[in-house]
């Protein structure tokens, strides 16, 4: 009797899933790709329930008189629910195992969690298979690679593409394609994909020992895996920002892989708390460089000081306009200018003394651009512009615009109809780094010169993308950056040209 | 950026910043020899980010810096701090983990 209500039941359900959508059609069009994974989704739960139906029924028809109709029913259930749920038997089975074509297949059955990247996901778990194998084998990369040409391109797909490429050595092309599904839209981009390539970055930094930007890329991520945020939780507290010893084992005892992180948790416990900053930011630049006798040997010190930490540690802009002012005092004192002067004529040479406090100024103007660029996203906060700073942003502008007018160029070049999309994707991505990061200290004139270089090569790229290769994902990807770019560099006729392609591709 | 200071000729030959021409070429011909009999001692140099290392290639590069007057002047200016023997050290920062991607299960070779 039971079972006849649970068949019952299942039969409802099914016909309640077909008649009535699951989504109303003014807030998600039909044809988009929400809509495409919203009904695979009901197909899969319609397939679920069905498949309780028919294991009840087909319980109640041979066994239910022999008094145990339950138990019948759940070992049938148990071996048919990887037929709907395939991800089940990849994940436990198919991917430990290595076997990156199976796996491949069988994913390709569809289902949770790829519903936003079918084939995309099919790819990443025999990615993930061919990960596990001992030896990398470039046919097999080469069969899984032509497998994501197949398709459009969508979250799962890059984060396999990255992976292909680490896996095949390329490790730069690898961060650089896994850092970008944050500009791919959240209806393309399954979550799973995307906690897999925070995964990797994050080992990634930690094994070449980049702590402050796995902080800042763990940070930034709204849904951290406990291991992401084990690693975030151990390098803050390496970097003394203050995590206490408790927040670290916490996430470690809620972590996965315990024995192997083990070392890590130990390098986070032993880490001697850092005491508060004596010298806040604000008040660094308003310091005296060491009370020196004279000018310029403050500035050099401070310099020297500087120039003694790693290149890879970030550097606060507070510490660029301290050496900034430092070195402002120390090239107009007349005491310096008088010495430089006095050499020049005592040696008799052509250039005057001006003209050589010109040269030093150029070559302090060339390091403080090293570390306006040091300085990274935060190169947002310098506020100073005169002096040895202005000059300092003039060389780095100068710097940056050859780099960037070289980069789009080759973008331009990824039209090739034989590269295909996954090509221009990285080629942008790698344009998109190496601007964002030349762009940040410029000001507004500055940075719509090198906005004007790098967007009409993109805008091509994305409307080849959108029109021949029916890649709406990435083209949408790229307008919202030069959309956002070009309402902040005020360009209003480019900004109208990219808010109607976002808005078409809503 | 270190460069400024550490591949500074005025440090590299170790000599001040009023030496004459010829006490120049004397030190670079006395360096020269000594580096070619493996003195002791004359493969480093002080600078104000600690010890470095010379060679023949390094001393020939600063005297020919040293020779043109107008870079001479640039040089003295970037020459003004004292040299120390113990480098800076700079702020202790943890140390890679490069089990890490063994560790998180991410490299099986």
Not at chain 2, 51 to 60: P, Q, T
């Given at each position: 009797m039971t079972e006849t209500l649970v068949v019952l039941l299942c039969v409802a359900v099914c016909a309640g899933v077909g008649v009535s959508p699951l989504a109303s059609v003014?807030?998600?069009?039909?044809?988009?790709?929400?809509?495409?994974?919203?009904?695979?989704?009901?197909?899969?739960?319609?397939?679920?329930?069905?498949?309780?139906?028919?294991?009840?029924?087909?319980?109640?028809?041979?066994?239910?008189?022999?008094?145990r109709p339950w138990w019948p029913m759940l070992v049938l259930l148990a071996v048919c629910v990887p037929l709907v749920h395939p991800w089940l038997i990849v994940r436990r089975l198919l991917i430990p195992l290595g076997a990156a074509r199976t796996a491949y297949r069988v994913a390709r059955l569809g289902g949770h969690p790829w519903f936003r990247d079918p084939n995309g996901g099919a790819v990443l778990s025999g990615v993930l298979a061919s990960l596990r194998r001992r030896r990398h084998d470039e046919e097999r990369s080469r069969w899984l690679r032509a497998r994501l040409e197949g398709d459009r391109l969508g979250g799962a797909g890059l984060v396999a593409l990255g992976l292909l490429a680490a896996d095949a050595g390329?490790?730069?092309?690898?961060?650089?394609?896994?850092?970008?599904?944050?500009?791919?839209?959240?209806?393309i981009c399954p979550p799973l994909a995307r906690a897999i390539a925070l995964d990797w970055l994050v080992a990634d930094a930690a094994g070449r020992g980049a702590w402050h930007e796995l902080v800042e890329r763990v940070a930034d991520d709204p849904f951290p895996t406990p291991t992401t945020r084990l690693v975030g939780a151990a390098a803050r507290r390496m970097l003394g920002d203050g995590t206490a010893r408790t927040t670290v084992v916490?996430?470690?005892?809620?972590?996965?892989?315990?024995?192997?992180?083990?070392?890590l948790l130990w390098a986070a416990l032993r880490r001697p708390p850092v005491g508060v900053a004596a010298i806040e930011p604000c008040d660094l630049a308003r310091l005296a460089a060491n009370a020196a006798p004279e000018p310029i040997l403050g500035a050099l010190a401070l310099h020297a000081e500087i120039a003694a930490q790693p290149a890879t540690v970030p550097v606060l802009p507070a510490v660029v306009e301290r050496l900034a002012a430092a070195w402002d005092v120390a090239l107009g004192d007349f005491g310096l200018r008088g010495g430089v002067r006095g050499r020049a004529e005592l040696f008799a040479v052509a250039a005057s003394g001006e003209l050589l406090i010109a040269r030093v100024q150029r070559a302090v103007a060339h390091d403080l651009a090293l570390l306006v660029a040091q300085c990274g996203r935060q190169a947002e906060g310098l506020r100073r512009d005169t002096g040895v700073l202005r000059r300092a942003r003039e060389v780095h502008f100068e710097e940056v615009l050859e780099g960037v007018v070289r980069d789009s160029a080759v973008v331009g070049g990824k039209r090739d109809p034989e590269m295909g999309p996954a090509a221009a994707w990285i080629a942008w991505v790698r344009v998109r780094a190496a601007y964002v990061e030349a762009v940040v200290p410029l000001d507004v004139a500055q940075r719509a010169i090198v906005y004007s270089e790098i967007e009409l090569e993109v805008r091509h790229c994305a409307a080849w993308l959108w029109n021949e290769r029916r890649e709406r994902g990435l083209a949408q990807a790229m307008c919202l950056f030069l959309l956002a770019e070009a309402e902040r560099v005020r360009d209003v006729e480019a900004a109208a040209y990219y808010r109607h392609n976002v808005v078409v591709g809503l | 950026m270190?460069?400024?200071?550490?591949?500074?000729?005025?440090?590299?030959?170790?000599?001040?910043?009023?030496?004459?021409?010829?006490?120049?070429?004397?030190?670079?011909?006395?360096?020269?020899?000594?580096?070619?009999?493996?003195?002791?001692?004359?493969?480093?140099?002080?600078?104000?980010?600690?010890?470095?290392?010379?060679?023949?290639?390094?001393?020939?590069?600063?005297?020919h810096a040293l020779r043109e007057a107008d870079t001479r002047i640039v040089h003295e200016v970037w020459a003004g701090l004292p040299v120390r023997s113990r480098a800076i050290e700079p702020a202790p920062a943890p140390a890679p983990w490069p089990g890490g991607e063994r560790a998180l299960g991410w490299r099986h070779r």
């Open positions: 003014i807030s998600c069009d039909p044809q988009g790709p929400r809509g495409r994974a919203l009904r695979r989704a009901e197909q899969q739960f319609a397939a679920a329930v069905m498949l309780a139906a028919t294991c009840g029924l087909l319980s109640l028809w041979l066994l239910g008189k022999s008094g390329d490790r730069d092309t690898a961060r650089v394609v896994l850092a970008s599904l944050d500009e791919i839209e959240t209806d916490w996430c470690w005892l809620l972590a996965p892989r315990r024995l192997h992180t083990l070392g | 270190a460069q400024r200071f550490t591949k500074d000729p005025f440090y590299v030959l170790d000599v001040p910043r009023t030496a004459t021409k010829p006490e120049l070429e004397a030190v670079a011909a006395s360096l020269l020899d000594a580096l070619a009999q493996g003195v002791r001692g004359a493969a480093r140099y002080l600078t104000p980010l600690g010890e470095r290392r010379r060679d023949a290639g390094s001393v020939n590069e600063a005297t």
